[in-house]
């Protein structure tokens, strides 16, 4: 042996182990599998559906749930086809009161009711926005609270919001109170002047000066006629100059003369004295 690691025998014979050249040959056929391998799953994940690659990012995030997207969607076409609330009792949480409105001059004025966006707010509440389409071809996004009692159970916890844009956040574990401290009445006018502003304005420019500095507040631009505004609660009972506030309202759809009972969340704040809006998001009854 002349620092062989192997060594042949008379007449080619080996002595039972491969030569180094078969080792070489079986390595370069493994080595090239491997590569031919991750070739294929590359492809794999390039060629796979978008909707397969978006729903494999989405696994574990926590959701709603079928139960609750299905009760919002559902309560949000009887709410726009029937406000009464016998018609909206089947979906109402226990102790749960609606104030009564106007069906629509014709029925089936939904087309399509669909959950485009949802906020968890904890303690199995949510508010999930539902995007109407009308047969009119007009949209209207309901913003709808949501409790979820366990599996397959959910419910809604009040009045819906109308707004532009999916709400951000809604509902609040505690239950509205009336407004604290010495700036009721200022808080009060805002909101007066506010609502009506927002149902009616066509940009967000006209309600500058009702909005806070650096907030944006996006109108409904005349979709909904105000009919009259009615109680302003806070939640929570602090006299900060930050407030989370529900406004009552009664609203009519032009197209279809519905009238319905509804409630907006408005986050206020104040600077230099002065009292003003910094986002309209979801409400409660």
């Known amino acids: 042996m002349s620092g062989s690691l192997f060594k042949g025998r008379k007449g080619g014979e080996s002595d039972g182990r491969p030569p180094v050249a078969m080792l070489r040959s079986v390595g370069r056929v493994a080595l090239w599998?491997?590569?031919?391998?991750?070739?294929?799953?590359?492809?794999?994940?390039?060629?796979?559906?978008?909707?397969?690659?978006?729903?494999?990012?989405?696994?574990?995030?926590?959701?709603?749930?079928?139960?609750a997207e299905a009760t919002a969607a559902?309560?949000?076409?009887?709410?726009?086809?029937?406000?009464?609330?016998?018609?909206?009792?089947?979906?109402?949480?226990?102790?749960?009161?609606?104030?009564?409105?106007?069906?629509?001059?014709?029925?089936?004025?939904?087309?399509?009711?669909?959950?485009?966006a949802d906020?968890?707010?904890?303690?199995?509440?949510?508010?999930?926005?539902?995007?109407?389409?009308?047969?009119?071809?007009?949209?209207?996004?309901?913003?709808?609270?949501?409790?979820?009692?366990?599996?397959?159970?959910?419910?809604v916890m009040g009045a819906p919001s109308i707004v532009a844009v999916p709400a951000m956040a809604g509902a609040d574990p505690e239950r509205p109170r009336p407004v604290a401290g010495p700036d009721t009445a200022a808080i009060s006018e805002l909101v007066n002047k506010f609502v009506p502003a927002y149902l009616s304005s066509a940009s967000s420019k006209e309600l500058s000066y009702l909005s806070a500095p650096g907030s944006v507040v996006v109108p409904l631009a005349g979709q909904l006629k105000l009919l009259s505004t009615g109680r302003v609660d806070q939640l929570g009972d602090g006299e900060g100059p930050r407030r989370e506030l529900i406004a009552a309202a009664r609203v009519r759809e032009p197209a279809s003369g519905a009238t319905y009972p509804a409630a907006y969340r408005l986050s206020v704040l104040r600077r230099s004295g002065r009292w003003y809006v910094a986002a309209v998001e979801g409400a409660v009854a």
């Open 33 to 67: 599998a491997a590569v031919g391998l991750l070739l294929v799953r590359g492809a794999e994940g390039v060629l796979a559906a978008p909707g397969e690659a978006a729903a494999s990012g989405q696994v574990g995030r926590p959701g709603p749930g079928a139960a």
């Open 74 to 116: 559902g309560f949000a076409r009887a709410w726009l086809e029937d406000p009464d609330p016998r018609a909206l009792s089947p979906y109402l949480a226990e102790g749960v009161h609606i104030g009564r409105g106007t069906a629509p001059s014709e029925p089936g004025q939904v087309a399509q009711a669909d959950v485009v």
């Open 119 to 155: 906020e968890n707010l904890g303690g199995g509440r949510w508010v999930l926005t539902v995007s109407c389409d009308l047969r009119d071809a007009s949209v209207l996004s309901l913003a709808v609270p949501i409790v979820r009692r366990g599996a397959g159970e959910a419910a």
